[in-house]
């Protein structure tokens, strides 16, 4: 898997790639998908959502450059499967699950398989985690109609934001810079298709 998203796909950051190469896969999702688990697509986990495709998880991490001494904050925690990779590349990750059961039952598999530097809650996330902010990173894996202002605001200057922004169908992976003097600078990458952010900030249902 981790060869075909460097060879394929041409994700070039080591660091990404061997954070891929550390968390398995499969652990994520149900024993009947193991087998499925390395191959490159969406799998269902429960609660109408998805554990998203692992060249999609890649490039997200690549996108949001991350560095060892960043606190980050996700929105949608779903399987904890993108919630390792980011605990891998950054000192301490939060993150923020709408779905109660789903984020129980990350928490249970972060904590199994040994990550150490990350702490789960669940609430909407499209109001961001005020108690915890500034963040220097942060990453939302659910479509959102336009980026939630409350997250902007939460983003440390020279900090990054990586969204899915656009319809319930499909999007584009836009790249938000907080600019020190408190601009925003807004890069827009490749089409997608999450499953929709719903709360306060997002879809309303
Ligand atoms: N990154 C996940 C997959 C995310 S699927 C993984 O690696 O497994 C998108 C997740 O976002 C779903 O679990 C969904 O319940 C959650 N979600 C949707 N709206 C949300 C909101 N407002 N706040 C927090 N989580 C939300």
Known sequence: ?????????????????????????????????????????????????????????????????VSPEHTVLEIGTGTGYQTAILAKLARRVYSLER??????????RLRSIGIPNVKVQAFDGTVGWSEVAPFARILVTAAAPSAPKPLIEQLRPGGR?????????EQRLVSYRKLRGGGVRREEGEAVAFVPLIGRYGWAS
């Open 1 to 65: 898997m981790v060869e075909e998203l460097e060879k394929k796909y041409g994700i070039a950051d080591r660091r990404v790639l061997k954070a891929m190469l550390d968390i398995p896969r499969h652990l994520f999702v149900r024993k009947h998908l193991w087998a499925q688990a390395y191959g490159d697509h969406a799998l269902p986990i429960g609660a109408e959502q998805t554990i998203s495709q692992p060249f999609v998880v890649a490039r997200m991490s690549e996108m949001l450059r």
């Open 99 to 108: 779905v109660g059961e789903l984020a129980r039952a990350a928490i249970d």
């Open 161 to 169: 934001m990586v969204i899915p922004e656009g319809s319930r169908e």
